[in-house]
């Protein structure tokens, strides 16, 4: 299968302070990016879709100036989460979908764990 | 009613043993369907995809789609300790914007 990371993996800040997400799809162009957040315990939750060179869609309830999408091209796109606070804190999972013969198929980044103290 | 419903388990089998993960989906449209597998702590992994009726198989993996029942399951043969995981069902809905994901199924296969 397709090959999509994240960096950083994990990552520890100051609350009031911003932190940036890359996620890159490594052998494949991805048609739209998209970024979730997971709880401990709970189940993914979109929070926006990205298509190369236009503004994200978040999802209901998403803050589009707390979470900064940037899809600067077809195999890059960040997450900046900007003036953390602790409730920010949870597992961050970028996905890219490719077109495929007849359809799409999704990979996901390993994930990026954010912690604000 | 959910887009996509799963039973959220936990689904236990002894080892060796058929494990069978359902899940169902409103969206009469919808194309694609997947199956990802979730370990605790880690991303979702696809192990599946199944876009016509019918099963497709890969190795002990089969995944069997009735389009008409709007429904979509995911067999495990020779179940292994290491298949505990998190099952997410996911379909792609009509016109392919979005990806709708199941709340998953734990499942736990005993040794």
């Known amino acids: 299968g397709a090959v999509v990371s994240q960096h950083p993996s994990w990552v520890i800040c100051k609350s009031g302070t911003s932190v940036k997400i890359e996620c890159r799809s490594l052998?494949?162009?991805?048609?739209?990016m998209f970024w979730y957040r997971q709880f401990p315990k709970q189940s993914l939750m979109l929070m926006a879709t990205?298509?190369?060179?236009?503004?994200?869609?978040?999802e209901q309830g998403v803050e589009k100036d707390k979470f900064l999408i940037n899809h600067a091209s077809l195999t890059l796109s960040t997450l900046t989460v900007t003036s953390a606070h602790p409730e920010d804190s949870s597992f961050y999972i970028c996905?890219?979908?490719?077109?495929?013969?007849?359809?799409?198929?999704?990979?996901f980044g390993p994930g990026t764990r954010l912690t604000v103290t | 009613q959910k887009e996509v419903e799963q039973n959220s388990g936990p689904l236990s089998v002894p080892e060796g043993a058929i494990a069978s993960l359902n899940c169902t989906y409103s969206d009469r449209g919808s194309q694609s369907f997947f199956w990802y597998r979730q370990y605790s702590g880690k991303s979702p992994e696809l192990i599946m995809f199944i876009y016509s009726n019918g099963d497709k198989e890969d190795g002990r993996f089969t995944a069997q789609l009735n389009k008409a029942s709007q429904y979509v399951s995911l067999l495990i043969r020779d179940s292994q300790p290491s298949d505990s995981a998190t099952y997410l069902c996911a379909v792609i809905n009509t016109g392919g914007f979005k990806t709708i994901f199941g709340a998953g199924t734990r499942l736990f296969v005993k040794a």
């Open positions: 990205s298509n190369e060179g236009s503004k994200a869609t978040y």
């Open positions: 996905s890219a979908r490719v077109r495929t013969s007849g359809s799409y198929e999704q990979y």
């Open positions: 052998d494949f162009q991805a048609t739209t």
